[in-house]
């Protein structure tokens, strides 16, 4: 089977280059299965129900999430009624929604877990002992399992990789929204990327308009940020696994504006 995973998708730009495209690009790459990462498709961060249901009337099989969860309250919304969008299991137990959604699509049972990192993001639970517990939790119910660590630095991401290399199928990294190319199979068999990278406006930083971020950095004042408009590139990566033994047989790094003939 085929696993498409895209990172974090950017405000109205990005929103509609997947709502237009994605149809066409299942089919190009033979597409069994689409987790997207949701976290900035808000235009105010965050997600929204009208959001999460477009894109996944366009082709994405679970949203994931990230440090921009609560960034919109509607989210409360998404989180009880969408059982499709997850947000980081290691938030504290208490918190709405859930870190993990097993999907059964018949010849298969698919476990998708959302979890982040701890290096230069907000105090959160240690999302090793955290995936670990879930793991051993989920282990009769799920045959393939696929884990977006959204996390800031490539040496966590990395760590996480290796820590979980041969527990998991694959394992793709989301949040800095620039793509790494480091895509690989791990020694133990998992496909893994330290960053998916975005889908959003090319010409920005972040996806954000780029004058704003560099004036911030220049002068160190706060700034209200401002999506960027413009031509968007898609970012993504395919796992090829067979679904009966579990191995991952390759990793593709996709990263386009036009889809390839
Ligand atoms: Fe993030
Ligand atoms: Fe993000």
Not at 95 to 109: F, H, K, N, Q, S
Not at 161 to 184: L, M, P, R
Request: include cysteine; charged fraction near 25%; proline fraction near 3%.
């Amino acid at each position: 089977m085929r696993i498409l995973a895209i990172g974090d998708i950017v405000a109205s730009c990005g929103r509609e280059y997947i709502y237009n495209n994605l149809g066409r690009i299942r089919s190009r790459y033979n597409i069994d299965f689409c987790i997207a990462n949701g976290e900035n498709t808000a235009t105010t961060n965050g997600i929204t129900p009208e959001i999460a249901n477009s894109l996944i009337d366009s082709g994405v099989d679970v949203i994931t999430l990230g440090n921009h969860t609560f960034s919109n309250k509607a989210v409360y919304n998404v989180l009880d009624d969408n059982r499709r969008v997850i947000r980081p299991i290691n938030y504290p137990p208490e918190t709405i929604g859930v870190g993990t959604v097993i999907e059964d699509l018949g010849y298969t049972r698919i476990a998708v877990i959302n979890a982040m990192g701890r290096v230069n993001m907000e105090p959160i639970d240690c999302p090793f002992r955290t995936v670990e517990k879930e793991l051993e939790r989920i282990k009769d119910k799920a045959d393939i399992t696929v884990i977006d660590f959204h996390a800031e630095t490539s040496s966590e991401k990395l760590a996480f990789g290796n820590f979980f290399d041969g527990k998991v199928n694959a394992i793709f990294g989301t949040h800095t929204h620039i793509q790494t190319a480091d895509e690989q199979i791990l020694p133990s068999g998992t496909g893994y990327i330290s960053d998916v990278g975005m889908t959003g406006v090319m010409d920005s930083v972040l996806g954000v308009k780029k004058e704003i971020i560099t004036e911030m950095y220049y002068t160190r004042r706060r700034y209200r940020f401002e999506k960027a408009e413009g031509v968007v590139w898609f970012n993504g990566i395919v796992f090829d696994i067979d679904h009966k033994t579990g191995t991952v047989n390759s990793v593709e790094r996709l990263r386009f504006s036009r889809i390839p003939e």
